[in-house]
């Protein structure tokens, strides 16, 4: 069982990871029944959702790339 700075240490970490409020509870309800494989899992969904963004980051950035491209061949 964790004590009381290993959990906020715990909380802070999923916090600096984007967890919402309701994952954290999850995870840390799974860390007390020592469940590590929806652990792995909670944090692998994370990890997926944030990759997703990047990628549709990543896929507006090379359309303002284009566009900026076009106009810059329009001088």
Request: charged share 30%.
């Amino acid at each position: 069982m964790l004590n009381k700075q290993s959990h906020k240490d715990l909380q802070q970490l999923l916090k600096d990871c984007g967890c919402s409020e309701k994952m954290t509870e999850q995870y840390l309800n799974y860390e007390m029944n020592q469940n590590t494989f929806d652990q792995i899992r909670l944090l692998d969904q994370q990890r997926t959702l944030i990759l997703d963004r990047l990628h549709r980051a990543q896929e507006q950035i090379d359309c303002i790339d284009y566009a900026l491209f076009e106009l810059e061949q329009k001088k």
